[in-house]
């Protein structure tokens, strides 16, 4: 797992599972803060389950970026995962894609 510059404009968050999750977010919010100009991608790869806690730190992270107008983008989100967004309903509010490198690239032809 980890937390990667992968360019200038985009931080690249590989999530560990839980109890992890929210430690490594708050380590990718504490990055956006110190960078200031930046987007960021997650990738769900290892998380079968979020917890409340973690929900809340994904919410903070977003209303981070996107009161400066960047975008947070979520991929490799599992079923059981993306149903509890959906039953939140905060799924409305975050950017999903397949995979990360759709996630990057849809990113960069932005910049």
């Given at each position: 797992?980890?937390?990667?510059?992968?360019?200038?404009?985009?931080?690249?968050?590989?999530?560990?599972?839980?109890?992890?999750?929210?430690?490594?977010?708050?380590?990718?919010?504490?990055?956006?803060?110190?960078r200031?100009?930046?987007?960021?991608?997650?990738?769900?790869?290892?998380?079968d389950?979020?917890?409340?806690?973690?929900?809340?730190?994904?919410?903070?992270?977003?209303?981070?970026?996107?009161?400066?107008?960047?975008?947070?983008?979520?991929?490799?989100?599992?079923?059981?995962?993306?149903?509890?967004?959906?039953?939140?309903?905060?799924?409305?509010?975050?950017?999903?894609?397949?995979?990360?490198?759709?996630?990057?690239?849809?990113?960069?032809?932005?910049?």
């Amino acid at each position: 797992m980890g937390i990667q510059n992968w360019s200038e404009d985009i931080i690249l968050v590989d999530l560990p599972a839980e109890p992890q999750i929210g430690e490594e977010i708050k380590a990718a919010t504490e990055m956006v803060r110190d960078r200031g100009d930046c987007e960021v991608v997650i990738d769900f790869s290892s998380v079968d389950i979020i917890t409340s806690s973690s929900l809340s730190a994904l919410l903070r992270l977003r209303k981070l970026l996107s009161d400066c107008e960047h975008r947070l983008v979520f991929c490799n989100v599992a079923p059981a995962t993306k149903n509890i967004f959906t039953l939140t309903g905060i799924d409305e509010i975050f950017e999903f894609a397949d995979d990360k490198f759709v996630a990057l690239a849809s990113l960069q032809l932005v910049n």
